[in-house]
Nanobody
């Protein structure tokens, strides 16, 4: 079992930055790929990015490439999403997720989820 708790959401203006954190508890954090997903009202929950256990296999959705960066600290069992140059279309609830094994893009392949944190970007 893995428990995930996100923090760091909030209200910012377009062009500003936010840093989301996800603290994992449970066993064998190093065995898990970690993902960030987001969901806006009326839309699907989509991948923002994900990172493998050794931080060497990060993937991102095209719309955030060059603006968002995922990192993880295995000693602290945390994963971070640094979001720069935020846009109004980035407004969503952001979820941290975990799956044992390698990175996957499909949300159905993630077994553990946090409660979500709201990010709102005003224009």
């Amino acid at each position: 079992q893995v428990q995930l708790v996100e923090s760091g959401g909030g209200l910012v203006q377009a062009g500003e930055s936010l840093r989301l954190s996800c603290k994992a508890s449970g066993r064998s954090f190093n065995d898990y790929a970690m993902g960030w997903f987001r969901q806006s009202p009326g839309k699907e929950r989509d991948l923002v990015g994900a990172i493998g256990w050794n931080s060497g296999s990060a993937v991102y959705t095209d719309s955030v490439k060059g603006r968002f960066t995922i990192s993880r600290d295995n000693a602290q069992t945390t994963v971070t999403l640094q979001m720069n140059s935020l846009r109004p279309e980035d407004t969503a609830v952001y979820y941290c997720a975990a799956r044992r094994g390698i990175v996957r893009r499909n949300r159905a392949e993630y077994d553990y989820w946090g409660q979500g944190t709201q990010v709102t970007v005003s224009s």
